[in-house]
């Protein structure tokens, strides 16, 4: 049977959840450049796009550095907060788990309440503006090593709970003890936070079973190669262990040639629970429609796939059990609104979530 194909406006209109996107890589490229004179940074070009452009991982995490550097008053990561959830809201995200990485402000002297009152101000003006709903996840830095993540999740404890969810890891991938973060990840879980990881983007496989068997990580961030490994890929199938992939953002930090050739269909065939993610929206120059309609021209997806994938995604998230179904049902209420529109079949569930 041929996929029905959704346009580009039926795809944005659509209802979506993103778990995997950093506030700084989600800021627009004229804010930043706003910021950094405001700030007195000095960026080594006039518009920060100009370098976006990347050679691997390390190349990006050294621009997404200087990204990190023009946010330094509270009022500033209020601003890109905002305008972030503002771009999402119109590309249909309608709840969203979002990163932030305070190390490098840290580092530059700027207070952590500082950057936490302007997230969640940020956070707040969003939602009475748009009605989106965002939980903030805190990445730790993971070459500023395991002593940094204890300091870090140490100051997340004074922050409201209904806002900080979780504590994530990201930036490089090789040369990283992975396994000493055993304990302040053990100690965020036992504070009450989420964890998650970014595991096997440019590394081995063999860092997502460190993430998920040694540091009991509940989610996994890209977990690229996944596949390469039987045992864990069935253990992490088994467990419903969530992946977030981030086509888009693994072609231009160049892991792949085309999104074409990423393992997000694979992956679902094995029966993996994976979501689909920006990342960086604005450094990548998307946001979750356009990564949507991606989708669908190289996976050859059709209504169906993509309302998978955002029940995937609600599933995936941090929410309570009720209001998953709650949106899951609302979710699949507007995909068959959209279908009714778009002239097809409505479909037809074995089972559709309980009240
Ligand atoms: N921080 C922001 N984006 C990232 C990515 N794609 N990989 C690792 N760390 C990141
Ligand atoms: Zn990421």
Redesign the pocket.
Do not use: P, Q, T, V
């Given at each position: 049977m041929v996929a029905e194909l959704a346009s580009q406006d039926h795809i944005r209109a659509l209802p979506k959840v993103e778990l995997h996107v950093?506030v700084e890589?989600a800021a627009r490229p004229t804010t930043l450049a706003s910021l950094a004179k405001n700030n007195e940074v000095q960026l080594p070009v006039a518009d920060p796009s100009d370098l976006y452009v990347y050679e691997g991982?390390e190349d990006?995490?050294a621009v997404?550095e200087l990204v990190c550097r023009c946010l330094v008053r509270s009022e500033d990561f209020e601003r890109v907060t905002y305008e972030s959830l503002e771009l999402a809201n119109l590309a249909g995200v309608r709840y969203r788990e979002m990163f932030f990485?305070p190390t490098f402000a840290l580092r530059r002297g700027v207070a952590f309440q500082t950057i936490w009152q302007g997230l969640t101000a940020g956070v707040n003006e969003a939602r009475k503006d748009f009605g989106i709903e965002c939980k903030l996840i805190m990445?730790i830095d993971k070459p500023s090593g395991a002593d940094s993540a204890q300091e870090l999740i140490g100051m997340a404890l004074t922050c409201d709970r209904e806002v900080l969810v979780g504590i994530g890891g990201?930036?490089g991938e090789f040369g990283i003890d992975l396994g000493a973060f055993a304990e302040p990840f053990n100690f965020a879980r036992q504070s009450g936070f989420k964890t998650t990881m970014?595991l096997s983007?440019e590394g081995p496989v063999s860092d997502i079973a460190v993430g998920v068997r040694e540091l009991g990580i509940e989610r996994i961030d890209h977990g690229f190669h996944l596949l390469d490994d039987e045992d864990l890929t069935r253990e992490v199938v088994e467990r419903q262990i969530p992946v977030t992939a981030?086509p888009t953002?693994n072609v231009e930090?160049g892991l792949l040639d085309s999104l074409s050739e990423h393992p997000v269909p694979s992956m679902r065939e094995h029966g993996v629970l994976v979501s689909i993610n920006s990342?960086?929206a604005e450094m990548f120059r998307i946001d979750l429609a356009d990564e949507f309609v991606r989708v669908q021209d190289a996976f050859g997806y059709g209504l169906d796939d993509l309302e998978d994938l955002s029940i995937a995604a609600v599933e995936s998230s941090w929410l309570d059990e009720v209001s998953k179904k709650k949106m899951q049902r609302d979710f699949i209420a507007q995909f068959q609104k959209l279908r009714s529109e778009m002239d097809v079949h409505a479909r037809v569930f074995d089972s559709l979530p309980e009240n």
């Open positions: 950093h890589g991982l990006f995490i997404y990485s990445d990201d930036a970014h983007e981030c953002s930090i990342d960086n």
